[in-house]
């Protein structure tokens, strides 16, 4: 069975990219500052990422802006410091490519397993073997309650397939895989339309 197929969608060619972090001492508003920061210089968030650790957060967007206002992004980091008291790296970014050996479309892979130490190496190492290239990933662990408590694990993926991929046998590969964690497959290698930059 071969992956569902999907059009390519064009993408804004005046919009340049940058990625955007900031790390540092957790307070309500800190998100709200980051955006505010993007908005004033003109640029829009294509995706983001807020996660707290104990006390501290870490932040990370990417933000589309026209050359101008990725120049004064750039010129305007320490202001963004200054205002919510993290360490902030600002790293403008090139359009995202697609190199030649890989198809033209993005998918998306999502599985649920126990977690367990090793999980997230042992399934790229699986995707390496298929010669899939990981553009995107995203885990979560969660406790599930219960009379008997347990931890499941949640990875999201998006992905570039090779050429010559052999799909019934990489999704059979897959479903053993995620077997040995008492897992499933949610989502095997559908078509993410859109830019490569978030998924």
Request: with cysteine; charged share 25%.
């Amino acid at each position: 069975m071969e992956p569902e197929t999907a059009e390519p969608s064009s993408e804004r060619d005046d919009a340049h990219h940058a990625a955007l972090w900031f790390v540092g001492p957790d307070m309500p508003g800190l998100l709200r500052l980051g955006a505010k920061w993007v908005q004033e210089h003109g640029g829009n968030i294509e995706k983001d990422i807020a996660v707290k650790f104990g006390e501290m957060s870490v932040v990370f967007m990417s933000v589309t802006a026209d050359p101008l206002g990725i120049a004064e992004m750039y010129d305007d980091r320490e202001n963004l410091k200054n205002a919510t008291g993290c360490g902030v790296v600002f790293e403008p970014m090139e359009k995202p490519t697609i190199p030649d050996d890989f198809e033209q479309t993005l998918f998306g892979l999502d599985v649920v397993t126990d977690d367990a130490s090793g999980l997230l190496a042992g399934l790229a190492e699986l995707l390496s073997t298929y010669g899939i290239m990981i553009v995107g990933h995203t885990g979560e662990r969660r406790v599930v309650p219960g009379p008997k408590p347990f931890v499941q694990s949640g990875q999201k993926l998006a992905v570039l397939l090779p050429h010559e991929f052999d799909c019934a046998d990489f999704r059979e590969k897959l479903d053993e895989f995620v077997k040995r964690y008492r897992g499933d497959v949610v989502s095997p290698l559908r078509p993410v339309p859109g830019l490569l930059w978030w998924w």
